[in-house]
């Protein structure tokens, strides 16, 4: 009831999945990352232990393609779901269950795979691949929202829209950048808004959070000077003043 892509940025190394559907809140059901390891959307009838099986195994060694059979191999219901994974060296593999709603289907490619179940029509899956592959060279957190954008477009989930979420996943345990729209009538526009904002006003505050392997600072003067205004007055704007 889904549509995503799973990636790994060549330039960067870093991972992300982005998402959409027509039911509540599927950031929190459906997209995985772990650092260093992969990105995973699992989907359909969602079974988020795949994900979390599949980031397992390949953190301990195993590629994409071998730690997603391992774990469908264990799953009774596998027919029912959907899912799509990359590990860190942009191995990419997807499964779709033959019980999946119609129209179903994947593509996979180098450093990427696309997946969707009860769409339109075949031609979502086929733009966001060739979306995704036309923005070689952009940042990854662009890539993902291009293709999201071209799925939209080409019709999407064939019950409506509801929710949609990016997640993009660097160096660090915690994610670089976590986005959703949990209940809209026009997600994936709303997402795009949203992460515009989040450009200028999110992702300085993160890069500037304390790292692994760095000891920890002061929060950029820049960062925490813009932070003081309230949101309309920020670059980027949105939120609300005091009332």
């Not at 989930?157 to 990016?166: E, F, T």
């Amino acid at each position: 009831m889904t549509f995503s892509i799973v990636a790994r940025c060549p330039l960067t190394g870093r991972l992300g999945v982005a998402v959409a559907t027509a039911v509540p809140a599927v950031g929190s059901m459906c997209p995985f990352t772990r650092a260093g390891t992969g990105a995973v959307s699992t989907q359909s009838w969602v079974n988020p232990y795949l994900a979390l099986g599949v980031l397992d195994l390949i953190a301990g060694g195993a590629r994409a393609p071998e730690a997603l059979a391992a774990v469908l191999e264990k799953d009774a219901a596998r027919e029912l779901r959907q899912i799509g994974v990359v590990d860190a060296a942009g191995r990419a593999s997807a499964f779709t269950g033959a019980e999946c709603t119609p129209w179903c289907g994947q593509e996979t490619g180098e450093g990427f795979a696309v997946q969707g179940n009860m769409l339109t029509g075949p031609e979502v899956i086929a733009v966001m691949a060739s979306a995704f592959r036309a923005s070689t060279g952009a940042p990854l957190d662009e890539r993902l929202m291009r293709a999201m954008e071209a799925g939209d477009a080409a019709g999407g989930d064939k019950r409506g829209r509801q929710s949609a979420s990016l997640r993009i996943q660097g160096a660090e345990d915690y994610p670089a950048l976590d986005l959703r729209v949990d209940e809209h009538p026009a997600p994936i526009a709303e997402l795009r808004r949203v992460l515009e904002i989040a450009r200028l006003q999110l992702v300085p505050f993160v890069e500037g959070m304390p790292k692994r392997d760095a000891p920890p600072g002061p929060a950029p003067e820049s960062v925490t000077a813009m932070l003081a205004l309230s949101p309309p007055q920020r670059p980027g704007g949105g939120g609300s003043a005091p009332d």
